[in-house]
């Protein structure tokens, strides 16, 4: 699988939100690095095809962002969502799975795969109003894969989790990611670190740097640090 | 030319750098603000649709008088729940807004805000019974004061219902809760007035005869509600 | 379509299981039952079994020069004696305008022709050409002399349908208006939209979900209402005139043709709030506005502020749903013109509403496919 997201510009009324930004992404993790108010969610946004770019494509294996293909393959977590409080996770999960037009046997089976692999099985029969802000985040990251994606889109997910709730999210990501394009967005730079094997960042809307990393490269914190002076 | 003579004197005689500015500034006290300038700077942040809305029920009224519209009461009296209910909604935006935590911390505490807000409304709901009760009494020949004790009775009744379902489980996650209450206080004042027949009949008999008192329990009551409101306000936010 | 059920089944549960459509329902139920239970409580059930008596009399001079000498103080005052009376003296007080005029001074042949002369004039003011005119007196050729049925039940549920009407506005206004502001408000539309059936589909079931609740309640209260009325007062007069009831009424329909067409008026004007809800607080975004809108309109309706010579206001502000359900709609004499053939407002309300709620749907649809998740 090839995401190609090729000039793509989101330009608002006096601000460019994400100028002219071009890469290329295969399985595995990439890392999405930038602070606050650098672009990331807008131009995580329009590749999980909710806003539409002033400019440029996104294709993934040349299946065009807007098109229905491609958010069928499609996963996406972002930044900060919401839920419904009267709703179980199972509840919740299935619904999401009918969203994605899997079939319900199937999509029961698989949001038990999925509830026991974030580990809610115990807590799938509950309401989400009741659970703290990791359980909330293990059961977004359980909607985002009901659908076996091919494309994973992951805004901060570890914003406002513990330290062990990150490394837990981090394994599990790992995982995932064999088989999978995942763009994890963070401006935590150990989220990323000891998974990504392309880092990608971003200032004021722009791309500054794109490139693999290995880890043989240095410490990544202080290379960001180097280029964000 | 006595400007010239200034910038010379400037660049001759500059005054020192100042010593210990930051340590005398932090000794000065606050200045003092009066309870009327609190007050006054919260109508600032009540939201413009409190103030159309009471002119609105003051415009009715007023157009009902100039075109001679006997419905006008009716409208009027339908009208008024939905200017309590937007003064509740006002009253509790800090907590829905997730305000309140950042309001307790500051120099005037969230009861003050709150009460504040309160007495600028009900000052707006006073002005507009002051001027439309009398205007409305031109048209249907009935007294004044009883004119106004219709208007206030389903205002109050709508208050003291939707305070305390506010401050609630219900009220804290459901936006319409004070509209919900207004609504049917209106719907019952439509069909009674419509289809009551005997019983509208008799509930103006009853606010002839016991209208002021009936008015004066509800602001009792209401009072009492808006009493926990503002009591309750730092332990809910 | 296994999906389209299942979102549908989701849709459903996320309106019935918030807390205000919970209260709005229950506050529905307890209209209808103080609908049904009122006339009860403020009527006499002997002033009803004695004007039951009269069923079927014609109301001519024989009718009439009996209830004379029973009439005390020109019709105002009634007693056990000539209770039974009541209802025709009110045709006849219906039909004479002045509040002055004696009831005893008119023969049954010079009351319908005051009646007739009558509503001409009232035809002439509300500005009806001379063809439309035409048309109703045609319609009118047959209406007289009324026969008189007790018609308390069908007057009952006749009036309640009305009460009805504004409780299901209030759903649609307060319940529906949140279906899709919601998922903005609470950050679900992001999830929702990045997903194969967020759009259409979503769509498409919110609105019908929608409409679910509301053509549901309608046909709930609506059935629950008749049995209440039916099992406390009976359903008297259904084959009445509505004459008996407004007797400047120009239709040829009995209190049962009635009360069906506002039964359809009813559902339509159902779909009508809903769609209006929904789609409208989708296009805004704001959910507050729309129920301002809603529960604005409705007063203003009520107000008669628009002056009948503005014939085309005046005529829209009476096709508002709340003003067509009403009883009083069966005084309205302007019609719909449309190639040359006449249509009253209960022929036209079912058709305006239904069109106008296709282009909400439309409308809401086309915002709801172009909205783009930004900010935030």
């Keep these: 699988m090839k995401l190609k997201v090729d000039r793509i510009t989101k330009q608002y009324k006096n601000k460019i939100a994400v100028d002219r930004i071009s890469f290329e992404l295969t399985e595995g993790v990439t890392g999405l690095l930038g602070a606050n108010g650098a672009g990331k969610t807008t131009l995580m946004r329009m590749m999980s095809g909710i806003l539409t770019p002033t400019s440029g494509e996104i294709t993934a294996d040349g299946i065009p962002v807007n098109s229905e293909e491609y958010r069928a393959i499609l996963g ?18 299935q619904y999401i799975a009918a969203l994605k037009g899997i079939e319900k046997k199937r999509a029961r089976k698989k949001t038990e795969e999925l509830l026991e692999l974030v580990g809610l099985t115990e807590s799938a029969g509950k309401k989400i109003k009741t659970f703290s802000g990791g359980m909330k985040q293990r059961v977004g990251i359980a909607q985002a894969l009901v659908n076996d994606p091919k494309i994973l889109i992951l805004d901060e997910p570890t914003a406002g989790l513990d330290p062990k709730e990150r490394v837990r999210f981090r394994n599990l990501i790992a995982d995932i990611s064999k088989d999978t394009v995942v763009l994890f967005s963070t401006h935590i730079v150990s989220d990323i670190e000891h998974i990504a094997s392309n880092v990608l960042m971003m200032r004021d809307g722009q791309l500054i740097h794109e ?19 | 030319m006595a400007s010239d003579y200034k910038d010379l004197l400037n660049e001759a005689f500059s005054a020192p750098a100042p010593k210990g500015k930051d340590a005398f500034l932090k000794n000065i006290r606050p200045r003092e603000v009066s309870l009327f300038a609190m007050i006054w700077q919260q109508a600032a942040y009540i939201r413009v649709t409190a103030w159309l809305l009471a002119a609105l029920v003051v415009g009715v009224a007023i157009a009902g008088a100039v075109l001679k519209l006997e419905s006008a009461q009716n409208a009027v009296t339908m009208l008024m729940p939905f200017t309590a209910a937007v003064a509740v909604i006002e009253s509790n935006r800090s907590r829905r807004c997730g305000m309140s935590e950042l309001e307790t911390a500051t120099r005037f505490s969230l009861r003050s805000v709150v009460l504040a807000r309160m007495t600028l409304l009900g000052a707006a709901a006073l002005i507009v ?23 206030v009775i389903p205002y109050l009744l709508t208050m003291s219902i939707s305070l305390p379902i506010e401050r609630s489980s219900l009220g804290r996650k459901t936006d319409l809760c004070s509209l919900a209450v207004a609504s049917v206080v209106a719907f019952v004042i439509y069909y009674v007035s419509n289809f009551g027949g005997a019983a509208f009949t008799g509930y103006l008999q009853v606010i002839g005869r016991w209208g002021v008192l009936i008015a004066l329990s509800l602001l009792a009551l209401t009072a009492a509600q808006q009493w926990k409101t503002i009591n309750k306000s730092e332990e809910l936010a | 379509m296994n999906n389209i059920g299942t979102l549908y089944k989701f849709e459903l549960k996320k309106i019935l299981k918030n807390r205000l459509t919970i209260a709005m329902l229950i506050i529905t139920l307890a209209v209808i039952i103080i609908e049904g239970l009122l006339p009860g409580l403020t009527t006499s059930r002997e002033a009803g079994v004695a004007q039951k008596t009269l069923d079927g009399r014609v109301i001519d001079d024989e009718l009439l020069n009996e209830m004379y000498p029973q009439l005390l103080g020109n019709g105002s005052e009634w007693n056990a004696d000539n209770i039974k009376y009541m209802g025709v003296a009110g045709v006849e007080a219906g039909i004479l305008s002045d509040d002055d005029a004696v009831l005893s001074d008119y023969g049954a042949a010079e009351l319908y022709e005051i009646r007739d002369e009558a509503i001409v004039d009232l035809m002439h003011r509300d500005g009806l050409t001379e063809d439309e005119i035409s048309w109703w007196q045609e319609q009118m050729a047959e209406q007289a002399p009324f026969t008189y049925v007790y018609n308390g039940g069908a007057l009952t549920l006749a009036q309640g349908l009305a009460g009805v009407l504004m409780c299901i506005m209030l759903i649609s206004a307060l319940c529906l208006s949140t279906v899709f502001t919601l998922e903005h408000r609470q950050r679900t539309d992001q999830l929702i939209l990045s997903n194969v059936n967020g759009r259409k589909e979503t769509y498409l079931v919110k609105m019908l979900a929608g409409l679910t609740i509301v053509i549901g309640c309608s046909v709930a209260t609506a059935v629950l209402l008749s049995a209440m009325v039916t099992g406390l007062y009976g359903m008297d007069g259904l084959n009445s005139a509505v004459q008996i009831e407004i007797p400047m009424s120009s239709y040829s329909l009995t209190m ?6 506002q039964m359809i008026v009813m559902i339509t004007s159902s779909i009508l709030f809903a769609a209006f809800s929904m789609a409208v607080s989708e296009i805004l975004k704001n959910s507050l506005a729309v129920t301002g809108i809603m529960v604005g309109l409705f007063i203003f309706g009520q107000l008669e502020v628009i002056p009948p010579q503005y014939r085309l206001l005046s005529h829209l502000n009476t096709m508002l749903p709340s003003n067509q359900i009403s009883i009083w709609s069966l005084s309205e004499y302007r019609l719909f013109n449309i190639g040359g053939h006449f249509f009253t407002g209960y022929v036209m309300s079912p058709v305006i509403y239904l069109a106008i709620s296709v282009v909400l749907v439309i409308a809401g649809a086309v915002s709801y496919n172009r909205f783009q998740v930004t900010g935030r």
């Design chain 1, 76 to 93: 996406y977590l972002p930044q900060d969502f919401g839920y419904y409080p009267e709703f179980t996770a199972r509840e919740f999960v």
């Design chain 1, 211 to 229: 490139g693999e990393w290995n880890g043989k490269q240095g410490d990544l914190e202080e290379f960001y640090m180097e280029e964000f002076k």
């Design chain 2, 129 to 151: 019974l002051l001027i439309a009760a009398p205007v409305i009494s031109a048209v249907t020949c009935e007294g004044a004061v009883f004119t106004a004790v219709r208007m």
């Design chain 3, 256 to 261: 049962g043709q009635f009360i069906v067409r």
